[in-house]
């Protein structure tokens, strides 16, 4: 969230422009939102990769035997779940309102 806060001044810009050539509203929301999504799709893939080469050298140090069952839909389900939820209400809410605050008369 800080990086997308540091980088609002910037967006702002863009947002300026979008919105004197004529971008509606609703297509700035619909930006934000989708990209915030895809990046949180691209942390949960990074995030089962670096699981699944992690957990072998986890179950050595705990000496435990944990193992994830990727066939189960519902784990899945749970993790596109959190997905949607963390890039659209949060992530990308932020970043829509940041954003938006400024008026193209100020970029």
Known sequence: MNLATARSERR?????IRKSVGSRRKELIFQFLGESVFITLISFLIAVVLVEIL???YNLLVNKNISIDYSNPFIW??????ILIIGIFWLGAIRH???????????
């Not at 389900?77 to 959190?82: A, H, K, Q, S, T």
């Not at 309102?97 to 970029?107: E, G, H, R, T």
Request: a positive charge.
């Open 77 to 82: 389900l749970i993790g596109f779940g959190l």
């Open 97 to 107: 309102f940041i954003s938006l605050l400024f008026s193209q008369l100020k970029c």
């Open 12 to 16: 702002a810009r863009e947002v300026g």
């Open 55 to 57: 957990l072998p050298s």
